[in-house]
Nanobody, 125 residues
Framework: QLQLVESGGGLVQPGGSLRLSCAAS????????IGWFRQAPGKEREGVSC????????NYADSVKGRFTISRDNAKNTVYLQMNSLKPDDTAVYYC??????????????????WGKGTLVTVSS
């Protein structure tokens, strides 16, 4: 069974940091671009970041550029999202997704084949 499982969410104060993980089971992530998305309460899901299969290309939404870093460890079949300088506006359920191809077309992953179930990030004092 193909699965993506996110972890690492939680409650953090403004200015704090979290690292999200996206672990794959049932398939290898090596050949696919992976994207992170988020959905805040009452809002549509939006793309946050995307990383190519090799990790050589990364892209970010303007709202997170300079604060978030996407990375991957193909040996561990895991993709990460390091989130620093968190703001209340970053509060959302964060989802990872596996793309159909090895590349990203910008920061929004296209042609998603598999979604994770999400992990909640709450930024509040």
């Amino acid at each position: 069974q193909l699965q993506l499982v996110e972890s690492g969410g939680g409650l953090v104060q403004p200015g704090g940091s979290l690292r999200l993980s996206c672990a794959a089971s049932g398939f290898t992530l090596d050949y696919y671009a992976i994207g992170w998305f988020r959905q805040a309460p009452g809002k549509e899901r939006e793309g946050v970041s995307c990383i190519s299969s090799s990790g050589g290309s990364t892209n970010y939404a303007d709202s997170v550029k300079g604060r978030f870093t996407i990375s991957r460890d193909n040996a561990k079949n895991t993709v990460y999202l390091q989130m620093n300088s968190l703001k209340p506006d970053d509060t959302a359920v964060y989802y990872c997704a596996q793309g159909r191809y090895y590349y990203c077309s910008g920061y929004v992953l296209s042609y998603v084949d598999t979604w994770g179930k999400g992990t909640l990030v709450t930024v509040s004092s």
